[in-house]
Structures are given as structure tokens and as C-alpha cells.
């Protein structure tokens, strides 16, 4: 079983619709949680960081941890075709050094 | 402008062939690392830099070398013992050596063996 699972899509939604991203873990030492964003052929780029639980927003994205059940969302609100890529989530320990990939989600808005 | 930059974009290998990937960063970053991402799979991590002349070995080291003689260059080379190359490389970096800080991307090179 991987640390970190993310179900890799392709996932397809109107433009306009709100999306859900999701990764599972389970290692319950992870403190720190990230989503990165990556266009076809360039490196991610930081999307959302979260520390411990609780929900974070940033315009139309809201990260969302849950570590009681060791879930953490992304949420899209009003998706635009600039939107599509792939969301890779992140996450490591206050012990640990490395941060622990999930796979990625293909996300494909259709205009 | 700062940030990363790897080069080159694309790159051939031969069977049986060494190959240096580049990565220079003007961010002044302290750590460094190198991934490798293949379809379907999270990024690994191949070697990490915490501070110059200093690296250590990620997950799938075996095959793979670094250098960090300046603090803003670390080199990947993908030495002839690394049975399956052809993947797509990104190098990072971050403000601190604990990766709960940001990490910067390069653009990545995609290597392909021939």
C-alpha cells in the first residue's frame, strides 16, 4: 500500500463546475500538507499549504485536511479551462525531511 | 528574474552512456534536490543537498550521481548503471533543508534513452 493515494482521473467537469480533489495517507506523523499544480511538460508549482487540520482558502481554492480520517481536498470554486492540469498533493512530518508525492490527478475543464 | 533553471529540455541518451542534467538556482537557497517522475507515480526522490559540498542519498539513488560545489548549482548525472533512465527530471529548491517549506521547481528535462 502507498503512503500517499491519489486517484490519478483523468477527471472532466464543465467549465464553471466546482471540483474535489482528494488524496488518502497513512502515516498520522504528517503534519504539513501541500498541493502542487503542474501544466503539461513544466515543474509544479505550490498551490495551497496547510498545516495540522482545518481548512485554508486562497480566492477560488480551499484546502482541506482532515486527520482524523487522514484525507485532505482541494476544492475548485467556479473552474476556468486554465485550470487544467494535474494536482499533485504533498505532505511530510515535523521529523521528517522529505516531503511524500501522491500520484496526481489529471484535471480536464471543458470550456 | 529569480528562480531555476534546468537544462536542456530534451535529452538522448545512448545505451551504455553518462549524461549530466544541469540545474542552477539564483534563489539563494540553502537545499536542493532532484526528482524523478514517471506516469502514473508521485515524484521520487533521487539525492538531496542541504548545504554545499554536502548531498545525500533520496529513494532511488542507485545509478545516479551529484555534485554540490556552489551553493546555486547542482548537477545530476545518470550514469550508465541506472537500468531504466528515460523519465522526466526536476530539480528543486528550498529556503531551508526541511521540506516543509516551499519548494521551487525547475521545468524539468525530459530524458530519453535511444
Known amino acids: 500500500q502507498k503512503e500517499v493515494e491519489q486517484d490519478p482521473g483523468p477527471l472532466s467537469v464543465p467549465e464553471g463546475a466546482i471540483v474535489s480533489l482528494n488524496c488518502t495517507y497513512s502515516?498520522?506523523?504528517?503534519?504539513?500538507f501541500m498541493w502542487y499544480r503542474q501544466y503539461s511538460r513544466k515543474g509544479p508549482e505550490l498551490l495551497m499549504y496547510?498545516?495540522s487540520s482545518g481548512n485554508k482558502e486562497d480566492g477560488r481554492f480551499t484546502a482541506q485536511v482532515d486527520k482524523s480520517s487522514k484525507y485532505i481536498s482541494l476544492f475548485i470554486r467556479d473552474s476556468q479551462p486554465s485550470d487544467s492540469a494535474t494536482y499533485l498533493c504533498?505532505?511530510?512530518?515535523?521529523?521528517?525531511?522529505?516531503?511524500?508525492w501522491g500520484a496526481g490527478t489529471k484535471l480536464i475543464i471543458k470550456p | 528574474d529569480g528562480g531555476i533553471t534546468q537544462s536542456p529540455k530534451y535529452l538522448f541518451r545512448k545505451e551504455g552512456q553518462n549524461v549530466t542534467l544541469s540545474c542552477e538556482q539564483n534563489l539563494n537557497h540553502d537545499a536542493m534536490y532532484w526528482y524523478r517522475q514517471d506516469p502514473g507515480q508521485g515524484l521520487r526522490l533521487i539525492y538531496y543537498s542541504q548545504i554545499v559540498n554536502d548531498f545525500q542519498k533520496g529513494d532511488i539513488a542507485e545509478g545516479y550521481s551529484v555534485s554540490r560545489e556552489k551553493k546555486e548549482s547542482f548537477p545530476l548525472t545518470v550514469t550508465s548503471a541506472q537500468k531504466n533512465p528515460t523519465a522526466f527530471y526536476l530539480c528543486?529548491?528550498?529556503?531551508?533543508?526541511?521540506?516543509?517549506?516551499?519548494?521551487?521547481f525547475g521545468q524539468g528535462t525530459r530524458l530519453t534513452v535511444v
Open positions: 504533498a505532505m511530510s512530518g515535523d521529523s521528517n525531511y522529505q516531503l511524500i
Open positions: 496547510t498545516y
Open positions: 528543486a529548491s528550498s529556503i531551508a533543508g526541511v521540506l516543509n517549506t516551499e519548494a521551487f
Open positions: 502515516n498520522s506523523a504528517f503534519q504539513y
